[in-house]
């Protein structure tokens, strides 16, 4: 295991060459992977999405700028309910505001602005500890699924046509294979035997970081937007496919008892996304009622209460001002607090709000 300090999403070209180490045994393969053939980049942006461009056959992975923050997240939230704190307590006495922040972050997501982000989430060190290093192997494996599109020569279904069935199955089947193939390139290069369960279980936190953060997309938003007009991303295939797959993948390769694991890691991690998830629509509505209520105090001038609600909630601000169109037009004092990309957003009808996040 690399030092606790090395952060792989610093070191991709090292991340991959010890990735390929799976593959050596195969020139072909290998040098394929590697550059200049392929290369690994990360985006400056606070995307958490990763994905692979071709070009003139070669391959860039471009990893999200925010994809390790924002995995690392989720695995401190959920160290901070799984791992007991100093006093042996569970949930700890870190979860509570744990969860709260991932929540914001999951909301921040969903909205329509352009750079969302993630505060820190406070934990103890043996909580840290744990999410460091699921952090860093689901991050691993996000690597690690990219380099198997590359391998399968998969055509990038990103591009899927949401109303052709046939181009939705291909681009589905592309992302379990994908899979599968990954976690043959994880097992394949692990530095030590004993990080065999951190590494089988890692693929489970990230195929929960889009549940957490894609699925709920219109549940929190869906005050705001016509339905109707909601067409999610198709070409990932549905979250618990992706998980079964894995675990058959992981029975083939390790064991049954691999397989079963897995298997509980997602059973423990539905369980603490539904709770986050709840939080996040407590968090929305309450925002929404205490915004209406602050900004509707016609002795207001200061903006910094108005700034920390659009931290916790910026859905839940959105939903107190298109209650109260008087509160988005140029003339409002607050105008320039809230970011352009909402009160942009604002002037939509229904239909075209969700098509613009879309
Ligand atoms: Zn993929």
Known sequence: MPADDFLMEEHLDAAVGNILQAVISRPELYERLRPPQTRIVKSKGTDYKAFTVRTGGKAVIRMGGATYRVLNALTSTAATYFVADERGKRPSAYWPAARN????????????????????????????????????????????????HVALDHTFGAGADPDNVDSLRASQDEE??????????????????????????????????????????????????DHEQWSIEYSHPPYLHRIFNLMR????????????GLGAVQGALEELVQKVWSAALESRDKVAAKATELLAD??????????????????????????????????????????TELTTFLELSPAGRARSIA
């Open 101 to 148: 922040r991932l929540a914001s972050a999951i909301d921040c997501y969903a909205s329509p602005l352009r750079s969302a982000s993630v505060r820190p989430i406070e934990i103890s060190p043996r909580q840290a500890t744990a999410a460091t290093s699921f952090a860093q192997y689901a991050y691993r494996f996000v690597i690690c699924h990219e380099l198997a």
């Open 249 to 260: 993948e992981a029975t083939a390769l390790v064991g049954d008892d691999a397989g079963e």
């Open 176 to 225: 379990l294979s994908a899979d599968a193939f990954a976690l043959r390139l994880q097992l394949g290069s692990l530095p030590h035997p004993d990080l065999i369960v951190t590494a089988l279980s890692a693929p489970v936190y990230f195929i929960f970081l889009l549940r957490a953060f894609d699925d709920f997309r219109l549940a929190l938003m869906g005050e705001l937007v």
């Open 298 to 339: 016609p002795k207001l001038t200061d903006a910094a209460e108005l700034t920390e609600l659009l931290t916790k909630s910026p859905i839940g601000v959105l939903q107190a001002l298109d209650a109260n169109p008087q509160w988005h037009l140029p003339a409002w004092p607050f105008h320039a607090t809230v970011p």
